[in-house]
């Protein structure tokens, strides 16, 4: 036999065995591993010395940053089954914003809480143009009219009172926890128990590597939405936050209340109700932390530690979309 030919089959052998060897582990990390013989669980022993080093994974206050490669979904899927719980998304959906609703439901069907019963409240000022799309079992779409506003701004401020409303009027018997996202968005992987919290914050994809000087904060000091230099832990999201009832009603009506004394004042927070979730976040830290796989933006090249991206808002034309 040719050498040439053994030395590139061993070659090949050492490789493939290699290859086996090493992502075999991060195949049933990913998957978690499932034995129901004595109707338990099994799953990797929990490691110590090994996880996730390129990124931080707690923060301060020994919250989870939720990261790909930090959880076992079988192993959380399994302990919320047995709790029955019932998650609630609000998605607002005004104006020429009703296009991108479409994408946001089905993907939602793919990938937000599957096998979990889900109950999706579309706020809109277009009933009639709601996409139908088929929702699995245990899973319901629930649309309510709202009027439309001259600014965007007042659009997205709304939400606030819209989303404390809910949660006074409808929620409160029978939904566990809820998150309120926007819907110029689509979800790619799973978004599932694993984001699941008290208070829940997404890390905001553009500003997580800079130092706090940089976040985009209200820095005048007669906002309610103020933060002060040296003041605040990460750049949050306004597109995605949850966590329970109780406590997403909390800040739902705080940012509210914060961004009416604002605007009698004649004052509008830089980001708006971004900037007033951020304050909020600061003096009432969130149980949870979603890393930026969870909001991540198309228009953004993906960084290495991000394995995953779960949710990200599409590229849209704002002079096209906004009213004003
Ligand atoms: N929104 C809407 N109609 C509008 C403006 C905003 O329905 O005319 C809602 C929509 O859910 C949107 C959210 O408010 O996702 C936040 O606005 P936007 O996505 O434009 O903010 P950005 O993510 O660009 O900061
Ligand atoms: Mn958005």
């Known amino acids: 036999m040719n050498l040439k030919f053994v030395a590139v089959l061993l070659f090949l052998v050492v490789v493939l065995g290699v290859m086996f060897i090493y992502l075999k582990p991060i195949y049933r990390f990913r998957e978690g591993l499932c034995d129901s013989s004595e109707g338990r669980l ?51 959906a005004v ?15 793919q990938h937000f809480f599957v096998g ?33 506003s001259k600014r965007w701004q007042e659009i997205s401020a709304r939400r606030m009172e819209i989303i404390q409303t809910l949660i006074e009027e409808t929620l409160k018997n029978d939904v566990d926890y809820i998150f309120c996202l926007d819907v110029d968005s689509k979800f790619h992987s799973r978004w599932g128990t694993e984001s699941l919290g008290e208070l829940v914050a997404v890390i905001h994809p553009g500003y997580y590597k800079d130092d706090r000087s940089k976040f985009p904060y209200e820095r005048r000091p007669a906002s309610r939405a103020y933060v002060a230099p040296g003041e605040g832990d990460f750049y949050y999201c306004g597109g995605a936050f949850g966590g329970v009832l109780a406590e997403v009603h909390q800040l739902a009506q705080t940012c509210r209340k914060n961004f ?9 927070a830089a980001w708006q109700e971004e900037s007033h979730l951020n304050r909020y976040m600061w003096l009432n830290k969130p149980s949870k932390v979603l890393s930026p796989e969870y909001l991540w933006q198309d228009f953004k090249a993906r ?20 009213p004003n």
């Open 95 to 109: 104006g020429k914003y009703i296009r991108f609703l479409k994408d946001f439901l089905e993907t939602a069907e």
């Open 42 to 92: 099994k799953y990797p022993q929990p490691s110590i010395t090994h996880g996730r080093t390129d990124v931080v994974s707690v923060t301060p206050w020994l919250a989870p940053v939720v990261w790909e490669g930090t959880f076992y979904p079988v192993l959380l899927d399994s302990i919320y089954q047995k709790r029955n719980i019932t998650v609630a998304a609000t998605v607002f």
């Open 260 to 268: 009416e004394d604002d605007a009698k004042e004649g004052i509008e």
């Open 116 to 148: 979990f019963r889900v109950k999706v409240y579309v706020f809109t000022d277009q009933p009639n143009e709601v996409p139908k799309v088929k929702m699995a079992a245990g899973r319901e779409l629930v649309v309510r009219s709202v009027p439309n």
């Open 303 to 322: 960084n290495s530690e991000v394995r995953v991206i779960r949710f990200s808002g599409v590229i849209k034309n704002y002079n096209e979309i906004r």
